[in-house]
Each structure stands twice: as structure tokens, then as C-alpha cells.
């Protein structure tokens, strides 16, 4: 069946967070075959980031359901690798913080959004925190499969810093996120409205 084209950004957005639960039971072998079978998957959720927004822009179909499950679908997918990374102590040591420094910043952000989006107020994702999602998807390419070297490259430290640069991108975005929403938070508990008091005198007359 033929899918329509004013669709595909949306489907392509869709397969970020569709792949995670076939990435996570490829991760469960841990061997050098679905290594390379989950950096494939991973690549295609990177190139599925580039090309949903360029299609959607190209065609002029921005649509706010792309628009929301963009980002969304970006956290999921890094957050279930690191996850996933942690987990079976990829990543470990000193190189947790950066690890809980990006959990602790999407979450934050996620909830700050929900907030501002109570009270009618917008907050766009930055051309920053754009690049901030290309880096943490990159650093997390080169550690998924397992090397220390590869063609004489040293894969995982590349992977490691540029997992700490990916932090930095991320400490630096959350704090301007915290910014703009900070003049819409109050640190003064809420003040619930008095009750509307009814007119004795009247309700006696209508009774």
C-alpha cells in the first residue's frame, strides 16, 4: 500500500522510537554480529533525524505532530542507549557523569516544557540544542560496537570525548532552557481564589 508523501517526515520520526525495542533486543546478544546490526539500526535513526525535518520543510508539511514527537523521539532513542550502555558497563567510572548529566538534563527539560505548555507558553527548540542531539547521537555511534580500535582509530576514546563534548553542548542548552522559563516560574506557593460568597438576603428570595 502506498503511503503518501506528505506522511514520510512523520514515519521517519516514527522509526526513532519504533527502533528502540528492536535495538534493545539486538544489544541483548552482545556480539560483534548485532553490533553492527544495532549500528546500522542506530544510523538509520540518525539519518531518519536529518531527514524528516528536510522533507517536512522541502514539502512545506510541518505538522505540530512532528513538530512534538521530534524531540521526543530524539531523547528516547539516546536515552534507551545510554541506558542500555550503562547498564552493561559500556560506559563506566568517571564516565557515568556525563552519561547522568544528559539523563538528568532531558528529563529536566521534558518537564519544564510540560510546564510551560500548561500556561500557553512556547518554548522552540534551539539551533544549539539541535547540534547538542547531533553530538550525543555521535559519540554513542562510536561505543556501540565494543572496539577499543578500528583501521588503527582509537574508537572508544573518540566515543568518550566526544560523549564529555555532548555533556557540555547539553549543561549548556538546559541552562538556557532554565533561563527562558525561569521568569514564568514562581517560587511562591500557589494562592487558590476565595470562594464566591452567596447573598444570604437573595438566596432567601429565590428559595
Not at 568518550?160 to 527562558?180: Q, R
Request: some cysteine.
Amino acid at each position: 500500500m502506498f503511503i503518501e508523501r506528505r506522511y514520510w517526515p512523520n514515519l521517519l520520526t516514527l522509526y526513532r522510537i519504533l527502533a528502540v525495542p528492536l535495538f534493545a533486543y539486538c544489544w541483548s546478544f552482545q556480539t560483534a554480529f548485532y553490533d553492527w546490526v544495532n549500528l546500522g539500526i542506530y544510523a538509520l535513526a540518525g539519518l531518519s533525524d536529518y531527514l524528516d525535518g528536510w522533507l517536512a520543510r522541502r514539502d512545506k508539511r510541518v505538522s505540530n505532530f512532528g513538530r512534538m514527537l521530534d524531540p521526543i523521539s530524539d531523547k528516547i532513542m539516546v536515552m534507551a542507549v545510554l541506558l542500555l550502555m550503562v547498564a552493561d558497563k559500556t560506559i563506566y567510572g568517571i564516565n557515568l557523569i556525563p552519561a547522568m548529566l544528559i539523563l538528568i538534563r532531558e528529563v529536566g527539560v521534558s518537564g519544564m516544557r510540560e510546564f510551560l505548555s500548561e500556561i500557553n507558553i512556547k518554548m522552540p527548540v534551539s539551533k544549539l540544542a539541535k547540534w547538542k542531539t547531533t553530538a550525543q547521537m555521535i559519540s554513542l555511534g562510536f561505543l556501540i560496537v565494543h572496539l577499543d580500535q578500528l583501521f588503527g582509530l582509537p574508537i572508544r576514546a573518540i566515543g568518550i570525548v566526544l560523549l564529555w563534548g555532548a555533556a557540555a553542548l547539553t549543561l549548556i542548552t538546559g541552562y538556557d532552557y532554565l533561563k527562558k522559563a525561569w521568569p514564568h516560574i514562581s517560587l511562591d506557593p500557589l494562592k487558590e481564589k476565595p470562594a464566591k460568597k452567596i447573598n444570604k438576603k437573595r438566596r432567601k428570595k429565590t428559595a
